[in-house]
């Protein structure tokens, strides 16, 4: 199975409850802002997204995403913006916030207005 890596050189792991997001910090691209959970399928790694906003990131709301819509992470490595890959298959938009079973609760609405809702958009 391929290896990931996420911008702190640190491995993905199946279970991984990560936030994606595709702002470079200029608070403008927030169209697809998510908590997803990674899961193997077919020998790999996908993204499975349980918690999406609609409304660039206003709010938040529960979407558990259909395993035919999930995609595979090496889409996740492509560099359409720039930034500094520091080893082969690192995602680009990933950031683990957590891993399952301890810390189900982030795949939760609740927990994602409260925590990544932006104030401007």
Same mark, same amino acid.
């Given at each position: 199975?391929k290896?990931?890596f996420?911008?702190? %050189?640190?491995?993905? $792991?199946?279970?991984?409850?990560?936030?994606? =997001? +595709?702002?470079? %910090?200029?608070?403008q691209?927030?169209?697809?802002?998510?908590i !997803?959970?990674?899961?193997?399928?077919?020998?790999d @790694?996908?993204? *499975?997204?349980?918690?999406?906003?609609?409304?660039?990131?206003?709010?938040? !709301? !529960?979407?558990? +995403? @259909?395993?035919?819509?999930?995609?595979?992470?090496?889409?996740?490595? !492509?560099?359409?913006?720039?930034?500094?890959?520091? *080893?082969?298959?690192t @995602?680009?938009?990933?950031? $683990?916030?957590?891993e399952?079973?301890?810390?189900?609760?982030?795949?939760?609405e *609740?927990?994602?207005? =409260?925590?990544?809702?932006?104030? $401007?958009?």
């Amino acid at each position: 199975m391929k290896t990931y890596f996420y911008q702190d %050189g640190t491995e993905v $792991k199946e279970n991984d409850i990560v936030f994606y =997001s +595709e702002d470079d %910090g200029s608070n403008q691209w927030h169209y697809a802002d998510a908590i !997803e959970l990674i899961v193997k399928k077919d020998d790999d @790694l996908f993204a *499975k997204a349980f918690i999406t906003t609609m409304n660039e990131a206003k709010s938040f !709301e !529960e979407y558990e +995403e @259909l395993e035919v819509n999930m995609v595979s992470l090496k889409y996740g490595c !492509e560099s359409y913006f720039s930034f500094e890959n520091k *080893k082969e298959n690192t @995602l680009q938009h990933f950031t $683990k916030i957590g891993e399952l079973p301890n810390d189900k609760y982030m795949l939760t609405e *609740k927990y994602a207005n =409260s925590k990544y809702v932006t104030k $401007k958009c």
